[in-house]
């Protein structure tokens, strides 16, 4: 009798709990989209996010349809959602940075072996022609290393190795190019 009274109860608690629509999870719901969306979640937790403005969107449809009962349900699972995504954002993100800092990192060593490079082909007296391209390679890319560094610091962790991509090739043929100017001016010697 006892247990008969309380499935009753939660049975009427249960109907006029959802005899109307859950705007209180609704807002809840859009509010940890929104703090999901501002944490970079369309970015990083990509398909995630989609998965909680879906469900949002078939919460919204199931008020539409006075399912009030399959409205909550979407709603706390949007919310749910929502708060998975600004996790796994989180956690992407802090990859993401590291991934671009040590990309950086690398793309400025080899800059500078450029670079000394370069200061030692000037130091053997090559002409100005001879040392233009890797003179030209070394400035567009310390523009690009610029470029990656603005990137960082505006937490774009993403386009960080895209900015970077084909600096390394782009130096060494400069190398080579100014290494076969070099040697096609330099006399042989005669033993």
């Known amino acids: 009798m006892f247990l008969r009274l309380v499935a009753v109860t939660v049975a009427a608690l249960s109907v006029i709990a959802c005899s109307e629509p859950p705007h209180k999870e609704m807002h809840q719901a859009q509010g940890a989209i929104e703090a999901a969306r501002a944490a970079g979640a369309e970015t990083y937790a990509a398909d995630i996010f989609r998965e ?7 919460s919204e449809t199931a008020v539409d349809q006075r399912d009030y009962r399959l409205a909550l349900g979407y709603a706390l699972d949007a919310r749910e959602r929502a708060h998975e995504a600004a996790r796994a954002t989180a ?3 802090a990859e993401a940075r590291g991934d671009a800092e040590r990309a950086l990192i690398s793309a400025e060593t080899i800059v500078a072996a450029a670079e000394k490079r370069l200061d030692a082909t000037q130091a053997t007296r090559a002409r100005a022609a001879d040392i233009a391209p890797l003179r030209r390679a070394v400035a567009e890319a310390n523009e690009t290393l610029q470029k990656a560094r ?16 084909g600096i390394e090739a782009r130096l060494a043929e400069a190398t080579e190019e100014v290494e076969r100017r070099v040697a096609l001016r330099t006399p042989r010697r005669r033993r």
Not at 52 to 58: H, I, P, S, V
Not at 150 to 165: D, G, K
Request: hydrophobic share 45%.
């Open 52 to 58: 909680a403005e879906t469900a949002l969107q078939a």
């Open 91 to 93: 956690n992407q993100k």
């Open 150 to 165: 603005t990137a960082v610091q505006e937490e774009n962790f993403l386009e960080v190795p895209v900015i970077l991509e």
